[in-house]
């Protein structure tokens, strides 16, 4: 199943980035974890919504809606993994 704040935290530490984007020292990584662990929580406090769409069985789509961050997080599942594909910019409109 899918975890909002779990993936969020992954997304914000970047753990979706290449190794030579990664953190590299001991206290760098640390701090880069706690950093997201914060930032995760305070966004999410706030209320977020999540949205699944299902692919006829073989894979979901999830759609993270982070309003205090304005933005909305993008991550796809297949065989019980979720691989984050994007986020987007949203804006205050009703239309979003």
Request: net charge positive.
């Amino acid at each position: 199943s899918f975890d909002a704040k779990r993936e969020l935290k992954r997304v914000m530490r970047g753990a979706h980035l290449p190794e030579e984007h990664q953190p590299k020292g001991f206290f760098e990584q640390k701090f880069n974890r706690l950093a997201a662990s914060v930032t995760a929580e305070l966004a999410t406090s706030l209320g977020y919504e999540i949205g699944m769409t299902d692919f006829v069985g073989a894979a979901k789509m999830a759609a993270v809606k982070v309003p205090v961050a304005s933005a909305e997080y993008y991550w796809i599942g297949i065989l019980g993994k979720w691989r984050y594909i994007g986020q987007r910019e949203i804006t205050g409109n009703k239309d979003d």
